[in-house]
């Protein structure tokens, strides 16, 4: 079974620029994690996707940041236009489980991808 | 608010000798706590995680963690370490129904051989 793939790998643009980032979680995954770890700073949550809907954007740094998951299976975060701080690796995660409806769901493990490192230059 | 506190960010041990990670944990109810493990060019892998009952669990690769509520910490071990275990490790926590997990700095293994 294929795991969470992320691509890009990497990402080298100048400020200013448009980045989007792709992640395809495992099939059949309704739970969707978008997080990021800037250098020298730990992970942090940037939303959660229950299928197509967005269940929580509470750690969306800015307006500047767009995430969908057309369809309820992969997902794009867009950076526009893109800053320094915006520099990191972004992972994304996927779980199973029918978002907030079960228990079971809830405590379904997430899986990682490898991450995507963007630079802002 | 959550937070996870890991105090080590660099840790080197010789293969086969033991290895204890400190992670401290700031929640006022009890808390869902994990490790993760990063290798080079890898994602973040669940080493185990601890919901309730047992305070000791067990996970892969032969690491262990023990919860511990009077000292708000959840410590990961191994009693022998092998080169491959050379990472990154994280401990996180999440809380009551907010499916987020709120992470530590992380704490980075080199081992010697």
């Known amino acids: 079974e294929a795991g969470v793939t992320q691509f890009p790998s990497h990402s080298v643009i100048e400020k200013g620029q448009t980045v989007t980032l792709r992640c395809d979680p495992i099939?059949?995954?309704?739970?969707l994690y978008w997080y990021r770890r800037v250098m020298g700073k730990e992970i942090k949550f940037l939303l959660h996707?229950?299928?197509?809907?967005?269940?929580?954007e509470s750690g969306m740094p800015n307006n500047r940041f767009l995430a969908e998951r057309t369809g309820g299976t992969y997902s794009t975060l867009k950076v526009q236009p893109a800053e320094l701080e915006d520099s990191g690796v972004y992972f994304c995660?996927?779980?199973?489980?029918?978002?907030?409806?079960?228990?079971?769901?809830?405590?379904?493990?997430?899986?990682f991808g490898p991450g995507t490192r963007l630079t802002v230059l | 608010a959550q937070s996870v506190t890991q105090p080590d960010i660099h840790i080197t041990v010789s293969e086969g000798a033991s290895l204890e990670l400190r992670c401290n944990y700031s929640?006022?109810?009890?808390?869902?706590l994990f490790w993760y493990v990063q290798s080079p060019g890898q994602g973040l892998q669940l080493l185990l995680k601890?919901?309730?009952?047992d305070t000791l669990v067990q996970g892969i690769k032969g690491f262990e963690a023990e919860f511990k509520r009077s000292q708000s910490s959840f410590n990961l071990r191994k009693p022998s370490v092998h080169w491959s275990d050379a990472a990154e490790y994280f401990c996180?926590?999440?809380?009551?129904?907010?499916?987020?997990?709120?992470w530590g700095l992380g704490t980075s293994l080199a081992v010697n051989p």
């Open positions: 996180a926590v999440r809380a009551g129904n907010n499916r987020k997990l709120i």
């Open positions: 929640y006022g109810a009890t808390p869902y």
């Open positions: 601890y919901f309730s009952g």
């Open positions: 099939s059949g995954h309704d739970n």
């Open positions: 996707f229950v299928k197509e809907s967005k269940q929580d």
């Open positions: 995660a996927s779980s199973q489980g029918l978002g907030t409806s079960g228990r079971e769901g809830f405590w379904n493990e997430q899986f």
